[in-house]
């Protein structure tokens, strides 16, 4: 996680500034970037998969300071839609370092992943295969991958499981349709087919379903050699490594996983008498997430049917994790030491909405009150990208930090910014 260092007891520093310094400058709620620990975390992928792609996740987040790291770690990008894309290219980052996903892109998404040269286009659903193929037009010519569905469940929640055939992305290979569409794209001049995709799911915290997915994927390259005689120089297999959000929690080791990927892939081609194929891996929360922290201040503490509620001045709008995933972190008192007992208390967000709790249960000093700081770590993937404008509220702010200096990445959303896309009246 985001390197803390604690000058003043209670008073963390990350990046060497003191997170209360951060709270009074740019305000709260806020979220603060540890830079260091972004690029640490690149370059531990970089060491465990020395050859093989890494493309970071940009749904997880994305600004253009961080796509300026990505290039200069050495990465590369997963994007989904036309946004994504043109904030990276327009902060200079290669495009055919960028692979474009979605299981329904628009004809706005193709056509800008086309102008500007997007590296791979992955191909999510039958239809996408001509439509691709006629906005490439008679000359050209896009390489694409497939996104592959292994059949696999993994991920730590119902609703960012993508590896099996219930849900939404990809194409099947227990129904053949997987089969179907490789062979439909190898017809297509237009279209040059680089290698197979899948992404299992998210927050995943154990190797097996990784080693799984290698054979399952090299079982269908098996199967395509036989039937078109085609050898895929690339496997990718996406992203979803796990990490932990409290102390205590698992999270994937990702050396384990580089090892036994790499030895899984070689032992299965070997087998299948086919070339290693290049891997290509695609994490976004284990990049991003643990280098971020989101910081805010209590507005009210309430004693209540058996709880205390310590509400805070943000909520659901930047942080829908604990709402829509159930999922659990640990916020801490910052800003001074607490001077009572840890009683078990349940944060509250501001939103007009009894859903709107960010932690419940959670011990924090039985004196915290109003104008206190709590910090939440691991906020560093899927706060702000998933932020929302529930309530009218903005959107907080990102501010880097970095041997003891901060900037402001991303402002404030104010609510001038709001009040100008209304254009009604
Ligand atoms: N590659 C593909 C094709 C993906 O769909 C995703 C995530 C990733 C890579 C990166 O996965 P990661 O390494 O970050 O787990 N909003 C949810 C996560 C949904 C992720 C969707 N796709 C959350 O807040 O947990």
Same mark, same amino acid.
């Given at each position: 996680?985001?390197?803390?260092?604690?000058? *003043?007891?209670?008073?963390?520093?990350?990046?060497?500034?003191?997170?209360?310094?951060?709270?009074?400058?740019?305000?709260?709620?806020?979220?603060?970037?540890?830079?260091?620990?972004?690029?640490?975390?690149?370059?531990?992928?970089?060491?465990?998969? @020395?050859?093989?792609? &890494?493309?970071?996740?940009?749904?997880?987040?994305?600004?253009?300071?961080?796509?300026?790291?990505?290039?200069?770690?050495?990465?590369?990008?997963?994007?989904?839609?036309?946004?994504?894309?043109?904030?990276?290219?327009?902060?200079?980052?290669?495009?055919?370092?960028?692979?474009?996903?979605?299981?329904?892109?628009?004809?706005?998404?193709?056509?800008?992943?086309?102008?500007?040269?997007?590296?791979?286009?992955?191909?999510?659903?039958?239809?996408?295969?001509?439509?691709?193929?006629?906005?490439?037009?008679?000359?050209?010519?896009?390489?694409?991958?497939?996104?592959? &569905?292994?059949?696999?469940?993994? !991920?730590?929640?119902?609703?960012?499981?993508?590896?099996?055939?219930?849900?939404?992305?990809?194409?099947?290979?227990?129904?053949?349709?997987?089969?179907?569409?490789?062979?439909?794209?190898?017809?297509?001049?237009?279209?040059?087919?680089? !290698?197979?995709?899948?992404?299992?799911?998210?927050?995943?915290?154990?190797?097996?379903?990784?080693?799984?997915?290698?054979? *399952?994927?090299?079982?269908?390259?098996?199967?395509?050699?036989?039937?078109?005689?085609?050898?895929? @120089?690339?496997?990718?297999?996406?992203?979803?490594?796990?990490?932990?959000?409290?102390?205590?929690?698992?999270?994937?080791?990702?050396?384990?996983?580089?090892?036994?990927?790499?030895?899984?892939?070689?032992?299965?081609?070997? /087998?299948?008498?086919?070339?290693?194929?290049?891997?290509?891996?695609?994490?976004?929360?284990?990049?991003?997430? @643990?280098?971020?922290?989101?910081?805010?201040? &209590?507005?009210?503490?309430?004693?209540?049917?058996?709880?205390?509620?310590?509400?805070?001045?943000? !909520?659901?709008?930047?942080?829908?994790?604990?709402?829509?995933?159930?999922?659990?972190?640990?916020?801490?008192?910052?800003?001074?030491?607490?001077?009572?007992?840890?009683?078990?208390?349940? &944060?509250?967000?501001?939103?007009?909405?009894?859903?709107?709790?960010? /932690?419940?249960?959670?011990?924090?000093? !039985?004196?915290?009150?109003?104008?206190?700081?709590?910090?939440?770590?691991?906020?560093?993937?899927?706060?702000?990208?998933?932020?929302?404008?529930?309530?009218?509220?903005?959107?907080? @702010?990102?501010?880097?930090?970095?041997?003891?200096?901060?900037?402001?990445?991303?402002?404030?959303?104010?609510?001038?910014?709001?009040?100008?896309?209304?254009?009604?009246?």
């Amino acid at each position: 996680p985001a390197s803390t260092t604690e000058p *003043r007891p209670g008073d963390p520093a990350v990046g060497g500034v003191p997170l209360s310094e951060i709270a009074d400058r740019f305000g709260t709620p806020v979220y603060v970037l540890d830079e260091a620990e972004v690029r640490a975390r690149c370059r531990t992928y970089r060491r465990a998969f @020395p050859d093989a792609d &890494v493309l970071y996740a940009a749904k997880a987040f994305l600004c253009r300071a961080m796509v300026r790291w990505m290039a200069e770690e050495g990465l590369g990008l997963d994007v989904c839609s036309a946004g994504e894309l043109e904030l990276a290219v327009t902060a200079g980052f290669r495009p055919e370092r960028i692979v474009l996903h979605g299981n329904a892109k628009s004809p706005h998404d193709l056509d800008t992943a086309l102008r500007l040269g997007v590296g791979r286009v992955v191909i999510d659903s039958p239809s996408e295969i001509a439509r691709l193929a006629a906005a490439v037009g008679p000359r050209g010519r896009q390489k694409v991958m497939v996104r592959v &569905v292994p059949g696999i469940s993994a !991920g730590g929640h119902e609703k960012i499981r993508t590896g099996t055939d219930d849900q939404k992305f990809g194409l099947s290979i227990t129904d053949g349709h997987a089969q179907h569409a490789i062979a439909r794209i190898l017809s297509q001049p237009q279209l040059e087919l680089t !290698g197979l995709h899948c992404h299992l799911g998210s927050q995943i915290t154990s190797v097996k379903p990784y080693l799984a997915a290698v054979r *399952r994927m090299v079982g269908l390259m098996a199967r395509l050699r036989r039937q078109h005689g085609l050898l895929l @120089p690339e496997l990718d297999l996406g992203g979803g490594h796990g990490v932990a959000y409290r102390p205590g929690d698992a999270a994937l080791d990702l050396s384990a996983l580089a090892r036994r990927v790499r030895t899984e892939l070689a032992a299965a081609c070997a /087998a299948a008498g086919l070339p290693v194929p290049r891997l290509i891996v695609e994490p976004g929360r284990a990049v991003a997430g @643990p280098a971020g922290i989101a910081l805010y201040r &209590v507005l009210a503490v309430k004693r209540t049917g058996g709880h205390v509620f310590v509400a805070v001045d943000g !909520g659901m709008s930047d942080n829908p994790r604990p709402a829509l995933y159930g999922v659990r972190y640990a916020p801490r008192l910052i800003g001074r030491p607490g001077t009572a007992a840890e009683a078990a208390v349940t &944060v509250a967000g501001r939103h007009c909405e009894a859903g709107d709790i960010l /932690a419940d249960g959670v011990p924090l000093p !039985g004196d915290v009150r109003p104008g206190d700081l709590l910090a939440v770590p691991v906020a560093g993937a899927y706060h702000l990208s998933m932020a929302s404008g529930y309530n009218l509220v903005g959107r907080p @702010p990102v501010v880097a930090v970095r041997d003891g200096r901060a900037r402001l990445l991303v402002r404030r959303e104010s609510l001038k910014d709001i009040r100008v896309r209304d254009v009604g009246l």
